[in-house]
């Protein structure tokens, strides 16, 4: 096999100085920011997540910018660890590079006085992947790094701890509300002056001043509500993945979701990086809980419901945590022993996977609640992993999510109403700060932050 050609067809922009525009995309999500934060970093720039979130074409933007910059073409290499017409078990990123250097820089790395950029698709698919970065970094202090990698395979647990020090992570996940709204009004000049309105900080880092911002702002806002309900309910109907925005038809969308992304995510991911005892019962698992997305479970309920024995219930729950397809929430104690014997709340992370494997085509009164719902845990827990805050529910009884930010509670209430009872204020300590997600009503009163779900970000 002709390595050398297949990685100059990769990187076409060596001879046409330039990046083949359908690779890139007009619209950059917000994490493309935080890469190009990183481009004069000597730690490895590592973009995690679910497969087909974009992290390809972030990669790929990445480059664009780079040769925009006055990067010289030649001095950015990419390939992608997923691909078998140039990896096979005997093909090493070693390999790559020696080739790269001799046929393309026309010398060794260390002798060119300027920086060269190494961009790897699917980095953890390669043999030996750690070990070959670890001595790149000690031997090239002239090579930037910029990797992705899928969450199923668990990079922290096969690169060595003095490799994952040398990172800085970025986690691509599906589409934010906000993320998904800006890629609807992104040619809409005028509707785009509505993101300008929206505040700079997350409604779960500071309620204060969210709440303060979208007062001030409110007679502005209140031009493009109707507007961006409509957008909303198509997210909570189609979920986060970018791909949406190039079918819009959801009947299309979710037949290329369950044969794309479930069937490739299961059968690529899962299936050939995990010792999976029974792959039909993990199947069987996975539709069990989109069925009935957002209950409180104990996995012996689950394993007597699916006949599997509680340890396989929950091998597999982590295999799809990790994979990025479930979030997992405990109930809220101050004794730890609780949180771990009470039972779990599971949630689908994506509303359009779940949708897509019970055939919701529209949407319902009822769908959109319960789809509202998970959207709002899925902004929970992106915010509890970008703060190191930890996601809870409040109890079976209700659907209050809990984050605990250490020295604070949040106390998210999805009633998705204007009409609130006393009895739907939490106390969990003194310093417990509720959120009430309405319908159109934003106040505040009695340490509780009221927010109209279409404001939520």
């Not at 006085?113 to 390669?126: A, P, Q, R, T």
């Not at 992304?261 to 050939?272: K, L, Q, T, V």
């Not at 990086?273 to 019962?281: A, D, E, Q, W």
Request: aromatic letters at 14%; a neutral charge; charged letters at 25%.
């Amino acid at each position: 096999m002709d390595i050398l050609r297949y990685i100059i067809k990769y990187n076409h922009w060596w001879n046409a100085g330039e990046i083949n525009k359908n690779m890139t995309q007009d619209i950059k999500r917000s994490e493309f920011e935080q890469i190009m934060d990183l481009l004069d970093s000597k730690r490895i720039t590592m973009l995690v997540g679910p497969r087909r979130c974009g992290m390809t074409t972030l990669l790929y933007q990445s480059i664009d910018e780079l040769l925009k910059r006055g990067v010289k073409p030649s001095n950015i290499i990419f390939f992608d660890g997923d691909d078998a017409l140039i990896f096979d078990s005997h093909i090493t990123i070693g390999d790559i590079f020696s080739i790269y250097e001799r046929d393309i820089l026309g010398n060794n790395v260390e002798d060119i006085n300027e920086k060269v950029y190494i961009v790897v698709d699917n980095i953890s698919f390669l043999k030996d992947w750690s070990l070959y970065l670890k001595n790149y970094l000690k031997e090239y202090p002239n090579i930037k790094f910029i990797m992705s990698s899928s969450i199923a395979s668990n990079i922290f647990k096969i690169a060595k701890e003095e490799l994952i020090s040398k990172m800085d992570i970025i986690n691509i996940f599906p589409l934010k509300t906000n993320q998904f709204v800006d890629s609807h009004l992104f040619f809409n000049a005028d509707s785009m002056n509505f993101t300008s309105l929206l505040p700079k900080v997350s409604l779960f880092e500071d309620p204060k001043q969210y709440f303060e911002s979208l007062r001030e702002k409110m007679p502005n806002l209140l031009f493009y509500e109707n507007k961006i309900n409509n957008i909303v309910n198509k997210y909570l109907l189609a979920g986060g993945y970018p791909e949406f925005r190039e079918t819009s038809k959801i009947d299309l969308w979710q037949k290329r979701t369950n044969q794309d992304i479930i069937s490739h995510g299961f059968f690529r991911d899962i299936m050939s990086l995990y010792s999976i005892k029974n792959p039909y019962k993990l199947v069987e698992l996975f539709y069990y809980l989109a069925k009935n997305d957002g209950n409180t479970f104990s996995y012996n309920s689950i394993g007597q419901e699916l006949k599997l024995d509680n340890e396989t219930v929950l091998e597999y729950i982590t295999f799809l945590r990790k994979a990025g397809y479930l979030i997992i929430e405990t109930v809220y104690s101050k004794h730890s022993y609780f949180e771990y014997k009470s039972p779990k709340r599971i949630l689908f992370l994506d509303n359009g996977i779940r949708n897509s494997i019970v055939r919701e085509t529209s949407m319902n009164i009822d769908l959109k609640k319960k789809c509202a719902r998970t959207s709002l845990n899925f902004l929970a827990f992106m915010s509890c992993l970008d703060n190191n805050w930890n996601l809870f529910y409040e109890s079976k009884n209700n659907h209050n999510i809990v984050i605990d930010k250490i020295n604070s509670n949040l106390v998210i209430k999805p009633k998705f109403t204007n009409n609130v009872t006393p009895d739907d204020f939490s106390k969990i300590d003194d310093n417990t700060i509720n959120i009430v997600v309405t319908s159109s009503l934003l106040d505040y009163k009695d340490n509780t932050y009221y927010i109209p779900f279409w404001l939520v970000n």
